[in-house]
């Protein structure tokens, strides 16, 4: 029997241990079997932290004798802290080989205040994004009364963060161990380019270059599509049709779906003077990355990849796919090289496969071809969709919904780890709970949708 299953960890926070193990909310004896494992992240982490503690210790003890005053005292300590992480190879006068090799003190002090704002930002997000209450059999589980963080716990201060893990009270040490392992986990993507405001940065440079070189029109029409759903097979699209501006627009039904966006005109630059392919056109950086490392188990960006930290999204109608992907071609990746990882899920309705093999939480019923395409030094990931299978990706009632598909995965990795059963008392393996918050993501499908490019 494996350490995880003796230790009677599931799947998922197996997962976690392998990436991120001091996420999990142990008791002593689940620790103590993992820690036998000589050959485990989490061994590797506890001795880690173990000479952290005695190097930054040693230095405090030094400093005390020194009669500084606490304000002073404190400055040094976070000094210190910072320099056993970064610094050069080539400094002679270094004992261990540092994390970080670039910034300054009061650099890395900003970029770490700006990490536990896009920590704040992610657990935000997801007590925003779960119902506040859910009937699991004769209960209600008040589920926004537990995502809340202890007040204590709310700190910029890594060393107070420090502290407060060592605390025996459950729910307050694993609170403040997760949010320094997350901040840290930003603070390293900041370091790697994936900066939130840099992403932005270079979405609206690759915005206003698509505008400029691929588009007929700098902003498009707005238009409305209607499409009529099949409440027998999950309300997946039977037929849609457009509706042009001027004309009446019919209220959304269960079964009627109707949303605003802006239709968009490509040039025919391969075949000259012929009509152009009217296709929608979608553009956004990863606004929670964070998020994705977690339910992936990516803890570097660089060395495991995340293709999307800005994505490209194509819809167009089924029979204009091919015609589509002639013209991003001739000037979106023109170049030998500089698209890989190509994977194609369209005209596999029947779910003979998954778009991508490597993630098995997505549903084979969604039609879609991606690429990532190296555009000026970063990642971007590329992805055409038919019209059908882009509207059952906003309308349909199952995984093939984007916004199920993100409930099924933040429900089975996100909220289970940073607010675990055993001190938040939500009872996430609960089918039924998980049922209820995915009901809860799509119960605002019957209402008219604005999409912005």
Known sequence: MTTYKKAGLTAEQYKIADVFPGLLDLDRPQAKLMYKDEHSLFRGEAKRKRRQERHLNSFFRRRQLLDYSPGVLRDNELVHFHDFYVGRLRDVSRRSF????????????????????????????????????????????????????????????PLELLRLAKLRDRMVSHQARCRLILAQTCFSARMDGYAPDELRTYEEDLRG??????????EGEPVHIVAELDPNDHYVCKRHHVVEVGQPVPEPRDDLFVMQVYRRAVPRRRKPGAPPIHIYFFLRHKQRMLLKQLDKGIIFPQTVGIGDSVAMMFVVEREDLSKLVSEVQEVVVPNPGMVADLNSSIGHRLGSERLDPRNRRSSKLYEAMKYGARIEDRMVEVQFLPMAAWINSLAARSDVNHAWYKMKRYAASAYPTLFPETWSGIPWRSRALQNRCIAHSISHLSEPKILRP
Do not use: C
């Open 98 to 157: 540092p994390m970080y090799g670039k910034g300054t003190y009061e650099q890395n002090e900003d970029r770490f205040r700006r990490s536990v704002a896009d920590v704040e930002s992610v657990y935000a997000y997801l007590r925003k994004l779960a119902p506040e209450e859910v009937l699991v059999g004769r209960r209600y589980v008040r589920i926004h009364e537990h995502l809340k963080l202890v007040d204590d716990v709310r700190t910029e201060d």
């Open 209 to 218: 270059a698509m505008d400029r070189a691929f588009f007929a029109d700098p």
